[in-house]
Each structure stands twice: as structure tokens, then as C-alpha cells.
């Protein structure tokens, strides 16, 4: 008689486990000569050492699945119990150009000409400039992006990083401590994440510095080894700020800068850091320039309309 205790890897434990332990069940019921036993994120199992291998075996093929898509059907469980790994792969083979899953399986895709175009770009350019409308997808994309170089393990961590523009000398005024100060400005990052990785591991991310959420100031002095690197709301950004960042990127490393050009806030005697890099970066080896359009805007149709009519106005 042996016994092993085994640990779960970073992935959705609930989607392992199921509703009301439906899902391991399930596997319990396919093992009936072990004695299995879950605590938290601990499972004890007891019996003969060739069938625990065989357990551990199959347990690694479900880990694999819910890390690559962040769910698993009670069919695709089944086919891989009953070693139809090749016919469990196969039922997946039309989610081709899928960029990442999210949690429950949901699959994050370039959803539009010029979104792909981004994806096309990051394959070959190791800086990509995003410059669109609201809504277009830029910020999106480039996540998918990030997630999907960590997942693969192309890089360490992900660093999501803004311009505090709206902040400004009013900071200080904000309550709580400098997270809670930032974090309203940094919102859009925190969805776009939530949206394709699961709440717990992302949160595991955070704490462990996998994934870094800071507005542009904490770039300073920094050298960015290994990492995926997105500047949002670059249009923000100041030509020395805009500088200072793109001369932080380290060996290994891939850098997207979004922002939207209609939407500068800076005061009018400051000019646009995102624009003038753009004029003088374009055409070199290595950045690639993707510039999107009202026609790119996947969200409510009446958001494509109001981007029109101001356009139209002008």
C-alpha cells in the first residue's frame, strides 16, 4: 500500500473540482481501487503504487487541458480517462487563431482586420505602437497578447503600466494608500485580465510580481528583462516620459504601446509623447505602426456611431 500527496498546479480549482465536487467524483469513480481524499488544494491518495501512477498520469493530462483553456467538459474529462487524448485534442482543433481562454473556456480572438493585423505584428516586431479609437480593441489585443507570451512561457512577467495624467497633483488628496489611489486608472487593465485569466490565479499573479499593474512614473530607472510590456493611454504620456520608457526595454522583451490620439489630456502647451514618437520610430526595423478604426470598435454599435458624429464634427 502507498500513499502520495499531490499538489495542484496554478490553474482553476473549481473547474477542476466542479460544482459540489461533480468533477472529481467522477474521476473517483474511475479509480475505485484507490482511496482518494481532497483538502483545499491537496489530494491524498492511498492504494497500489501502479495505480496511483496511472492516476498521477491521468491527472496531468487534466491539469494540462484546464491550464491551456481554462475549463474542461464533462465529455473532454471523459475522453481523457478512458485515454482518448487524440479524439480530446482534436474536439479543440477549431479553436485555431484563439489567443488565449478565458475562464470557463472563453476564447479571446482578434476579432477585426486591423486586431489581427496586431497579432501579426508581435510574431515579427518585437515593439508594436496600437494607435486607435475608443473601443477598437487595442488594449484588448495587446493583453491577449501578453497573457497568451506568459502562458507559453516566452516571457516572465507582464508589466500593464499608465500615465497617471487625471491624477496629477491632486493625488495626494485621494483617500487610502498609493494602490488604492492608482487603481481607478488602472481599471481597464484589471478587466481586460479578469476576462482570461481566473480570478484566484490572477490575484496569485499579482501578489508574486508574475504580473505588475504601475503607472508610467515607476518606470524610471528601470531595466525590463524577459517581459511583455504594455504602455496604455500613451497619448498621455509626455515626449520625455515616452523616452524614458521605450529605452527601458531589456533583452527578451516585447513592448506594446496603445492610445488613442483624439483623446490627449495633457495642457496644450505640452505635446503628445505617442505622437511624436510615432513620427519618428515609423519605418524602423523591428516596430511595427498599427493604426486603428471606427470600423474596428466591437463594442455596442451605438459607441461606433458617437466616434462618427465627433469625427464627422470636426
Sequence with gaps: MTEKEIILPEIDALEFFGPTNTKLKFIQSRFPKLKIVARGNHIKVNGDEEEIDRFELKLEQIFSHIGKYNSIAMNTLENILDGHVEENHSHFSSGEGVLVYGPGGHKVTARTVNQQKMV???????????????????????????????????????????????????????????????????????????????????????????IEIAPLAFMRGRTLDKAFVILDEAQNATVNQMKMFLTRMGRDAKFIITGDATQVDLPNSQPSGLLRSVDLLRGIDGISIIELTGADVVRHKLVKRIIEAFEHKK
Design 120 to 210: 501579426d505584428a508581435s510574431d515579427k516586431s518585437d515593439m508594436i505602437f496600437a494607435i486607435g479609437p475608443a473601443g477598437s480593441g487595442k488594449t484588448y489585443t495587446a493583453v491577449a497578447l501578453a497573457v497568451r507570451a506568459l502562458k507559453e512561457k516566452q516571457v516572465k512577467r507582464i508589466i500593464l503600466t499608465r500615465p497617471a495624467v487625471e491624477a496629477g497633483e491632486n493625488l495626494g488628496f485621494l483617500p487610502g494608500d498609493l494602490k488604492e489611489k492608482l487603481d481607478p486608472y488602472m481599471q481597464p487593465l484589471y478587466d481586460a485580465l479578469m476576462d482570461m485569466i481566473p480570478y484566484e490565479k490572477l490575484a496569485d499573479y499579482i501578489e508574486k510580481n508574475v
